[in-house]
């Protein structure tokens, strides 16, 4: 998870820099600005991005969970929740999940039409899925409401990748995933299918892959053997230190037991 930081006293408002490279630091800034003041320093200092370790992200969503500005951007929020819960989710520590998936959940009714918000109801998506897989598993009397949420929430993001297609191959990924689950396979396989054509429309490469990985893993029983991500998750490195297997693993969507 990545977090912002801003470029601090080396660089001016009328953007000419001070010819040193500025120093950063983590955080918000205390000002109105701070929107117009990153997209700014974005452009110019990308290094003003670092990579940082799960807990320290998620110590700053805790610790600025009251910040006004912050709050005032629901999209964001959203993607910073459903990116909580999505962590917990993969991870099967369900007791850490809820409390960011039902905030996440709330602020999904305000979304707005942003990439941002996209992303984030495709990562929100994705937790529904695993909340149907866990219920299948536990064989608990929600799975049949944890299928209608999952797909209604499908079709919520279907209806938002009209303004941000690069989504739709994610979205027929997970539909795909909770077709597989319920034993659908020709829904599954058609998803998967269109999934697979969407990546080539909109040159989205990484999703192809992973398309390509489940639609191998449900149909013929071969695959990876382990899953790299779950392997890496609780100790991922710094990017600058990842090895290249790391950075290129992929979360494998399980089905439950038969």
Known sequence: MALPERAAQGERDDGKGSG?????????????????????????????WEYKSFEECRSFVERNEANRILSSHNSILLGLYSSLALWFGRLGQWADFQKPFEKAKRLLKRADASVLATQACSRLLE????????????SSARARES??????????????CSTSPVFYPRAY??????????GNKDQSLWCLRQGLQACEVNGNLLE?????????????????????WLETAPRFPQLKQAKPEVCSSR????????
Do not use: I
Not at 130 to 138: K, P, S, T
Not at 149 to 158: I, K, N, Q
Not at 251 to 258: F, G, I, M
């Open 147 to 160: 299928r209608s949420r999952a797909l209604r929430l499908a079709e919520e993001v279907f209806a938002r």
């Open 173 to 182: 990924h997970l539909k795909a995933y909770v077709f597989c689950m319920l």
């Open 208 to 228: 192809k892959t992973w398309l390509e990985m489940s639609a191998e893993r449900w149909f013929t029983g071969k695959g990876p053997v382990g899953d790299l």
């Open 251 to 258: 979360y494998l969507l399980k089905l439950p037991p038969s």
């Open 127 to 138: 937790c529904y899925t695993l909340v149907l897989r866990n219920d299948l598993e536990r």
């Open 20 to 48: 040193q490279r500025p120093e950063v630091v983590t955080g918000l800034p205390p000002h109105g600005e701070a929107p117009w003041r990153l997209a700014v320093l974005l452009r110019r200092y990308p290094e003003c």
